[in-house]
């Protein structure tokens, strides 16, 4: 019992060093008018590979050890992306936010982690068909915070593809419930992983 008091103090202590952390960054660059903020979160099961895709697409790394995220953790990385309509580059700074995947948390973390977010990467894992299943309550507790906000489905570990259990028609017809679109992906080999980010920052920067 004292343990797992001990574990959800912590738990609680990191989001708000994190959620502070989030607001200190978001401060600094209050400043410079050309920057823009964007505020994306990944959503997911536990061991989906969510963390796996933040360090493959900012800093192009893979690990095979699984180290779960407790409670949240915030990486920033700074892009151009373009504007379709003025057709010009702008400068933005993607504030990605990476939650645990333990539904348990999902509702008492929502409100802080989901509040203000623009945009969403929404990863299953290929191999596991309850992730897929399970992302329905993820962009539910999601959008109850956020409301609509453009979405990406991601079936991650595809370059595992002996163990694959979700057919790529599955996803995409899950994500069209949605109105969103899917991308196979692979946080090891990198594959798609560019793609996956530029899409959601597109959907976000030029709406239809
Ligand atoms: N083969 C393969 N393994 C992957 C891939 N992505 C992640 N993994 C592995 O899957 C495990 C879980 O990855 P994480 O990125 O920690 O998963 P997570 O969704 O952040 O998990 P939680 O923080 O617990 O919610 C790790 O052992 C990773 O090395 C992938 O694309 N291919
Ligand atoms: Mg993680």
Redesign the pocket.
């Known amino acids: 019992m004292g343990i797992r008091r001990d574990y959800a103090v912590q738990t609680f202590f990191r989001l708000l060093t994190h959620t502070l952390d989030a607001q200190g960054v978001v401060e600094s660059l209050a400043e410079s008018n050309d920057t823009k903020k964007l505020k994306i979160c990944l959503v997911?099961d536990?061991?989906?590979?969510?963390?796996?895709m933040i360090r493959r697409y900012v800093l192009d790394v893979?690990?095979?050890?699984?180290?779960?995220?407790i409670g949240t953790k915030v990486t920033k990385k700074e892009i151009e992306a373009k504007n379709a309509k003025t057709g010009e580059t702008q400068k933005i700074v993607l504030l990605i936010w990476?939650i645990?995947?333990q539904p348990s948390f999902r509702e008492v973390l929502r409100e802080a982690y989901f509040y203000g977010a623009e945009g969403a990467l929404a990863?299953c894992d290929l191999t596991s068909k309850e992730s897929l299943g399970e992302l329905r309550y993820w962009v539910k507790a999601m959008t109850s915070t956020t409301g609509e906000i453009p979405i990406v489905f991601l079936g991650?570990?595809?370059?595992?593809k002996d163990d694959v259990r979700i057919d790529s028609k599955d996803l995409e017809v899950f994500a069209m419930k949605h109105g969103a679109p899917a991308l196979l992906?692979?946080?090891?080999t990198g594959y798609n992983v560019e793609n996956a980010f530029a899409n959601l920052v597109d959907m976000i920067l030029n709406p239809d």
Not at 46 to 52: A, E, H, L, P
């Open positions: 997911g536990v061991g989906v590979g969510k963390t796996s893979f690990d095979d050890k699984y180290i779960a995220t990476d645990m995947g990863v991650n570990k595809y370059d595992l992906t692979s946080a090891k």
